[in-house]
């Protein structure tokens, strides 16, 4: 495997290693629900006006990527880049149980196409977070018909993936359970969105979303020529000699089976953001003084540490970083987080670890879920009211370490 490196020009104070591999996917990603605007059929919608504490705000229009995405891809393109991740929206293609909107499906072939056209591989995710609110309300993914419905949409979404290289199919199967808990009114739910506990999935939820995953893989493969795989979302997780058992057990409950789960698939998609630190007494708070990001601790290392875990414990399953990034509306932290995590991720890379690509969350200012429009992860700024999107320095910064790195192997 080719995992040389290049030192980026781009770089000042510290030493910036950018993955030269020819082919290296290097992109930014999305999902529908947070900058599409105005997906009443799902759940998410329903949860945002339904009164609940735990919702900063509702997301309304969102940035109106639904009707803004020629220009948001003509931006990305013009970074340079070479791939762009998406997920289409469940409750748009099938806002009733069983009817079909063929013109929503339309709207994604032509995103696709438009990918396409650009010289963006288009990364496709088919389920992120949101759900059809009629699939939510007889019981999500606990309901005995969930993954037959699942492969029904998929099956239904063909058309939509012609010339789709990489298709996700569910994105972070971990978080689901507590996300039912959440739509559920479940107190233990919120507490995870306040920095608690997250209710552990149990096993009837993880066998669903495996067998989901898998019903769906085997169409893609049967109907299509894409490479097939999930993203799970990691933690760097850390930990003294006491500590081990602690993150052992974390480690198991919300990480194993999802990644044990990727064994044989085309890819695994790994999604990391932070590391979580175990002692003899469980996860340690961050101490005073630690470098934070606007939500959570600043630690670009993290990514490559992931990566060797996801490695290891998928036996070997080439990766895709399908989300990387970090909130915050100090672009120049954007900028620090960007040179380390890919660093990282490249020190990974040397050590044998088979990445493909790199897709930086977010490419757009987004809705971020409970908390609303607060926290910042994107590379484009989008005014809320005119929809004028602007370029921040980090994506400059990103479209410099891209072309050091395609300069060694000019992509296609
Ligand atoms: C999710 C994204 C989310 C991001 C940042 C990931 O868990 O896939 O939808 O915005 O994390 O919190």
């Known amino acids: 495997m080719d995992s040389s490196a290049t030192t980026s020009s781009a770089e000042s104070a510290h030493k910036v290693l950018v993955p030269s591999r020819e ?62 991740r998406f997920s289409l929206e469940w409750s748009r293609i099938e806002p009733e149980k069983g009817f079909f909107s063929n013109a929503a499906i339309e709207h994604y072939r032509k995103m696709v196409a438009g990918c396409l056209v650009r010289g963006l591989a288009p990364i496709v995710t088919l389920h992120h977070v949101t759900l059809p609110l009629w699939f939510r309300r007889q019981g999500g993914w606990s309901s005995p018909e969930a993954a037959e419905l699942f492969a029904r949409f998929t099956t239904k979404v063909l058309p939509a993936l012609e010339g789709v290289e990489w298709v ?52 893609l493969h049967a109907e299509t020529d894409a490479k097939v795989g999930w993203t799970v979302s990691i933690a760097d997780l850390q930990y003294d000699d006491a500590g081990r058992v602690h993150a052992d057990a974390w480690f198991e409950k919300y990480e194993g089976p999802f990644l044990r789960a990727s064994r044989g698939d085309d890819f695994i998609g790994i999604q990391n953001y932070f590391r ?20 959570w601790e600043f630690y670009p290392e993290a990514l490559g ?47 044998g670890v088979d990445v493909r690509g790199y897709l930086h969350w977010s490419a757009l200012d987004n809705f971020e879920w409970a908390l609303g429009y607060g926290p910042r992860f994107g590379l484009i700024e989008v005014d809320p009211v005119t929809f004028e999107r602007r370029l921040k320095p980090s994506a400059h910064h990103y479209a410099a370490l891209v072309t050091q790195a395609t300069s060694v192997h000019p992509q296609l």
């Open 305 to 351: 540490n992931s990566l060797r875990v996801a490695w290891e414990t998928t036996d070997h399953t080439p990766i895709l970083v399908t989300e990387n990034g970090i909130p915050t509306n100090d672009d120049t932290l954007r900028v620090e987080f960007m040179d380390r995590a890919l660093t990282s991720l490249t020190g990974a890379m040397n050590d």
């Open 276 to 295: 979580t630190v175990f002692d003899k007494d469980g996860v340690v708070p961050l101490p005073s003084g630690a470098r934070m990001t606007d939500i």
């Open 168 to 219: 996700c199919t569910i994105n972070e199967p971990g978080m689901q359970p507590m996300i039912s808990r959440l739509h559920a009114g479940d107190p233990e739910a919120l507490k995870a969105w306040t920095g608690g506990g997250m209710p552990v999935p149990t096993p009837r939820e993880i066998d669903e979303l495996i067998s989901a995953h898998h019903s769906a893989t085997e169409i």
């Open 23 to 84: 082919g290296f996917l290097w992109g930014a990603a999305t999902a529908a629900h947070q900058v599409e605007g105005n997906n009443i059929a799902n759940d998410w919608w329903h949860l945002e006006h339904s009164g609940s504490e735990v919702i900063a705000e509702p997301s309304g229009d969102a940035a109106d990527h639904f009707h803004r995405w020629p220009e948001d891809l003509d931006l990305l393109a013009s970074l340079g880049l070479n791939a762009y």
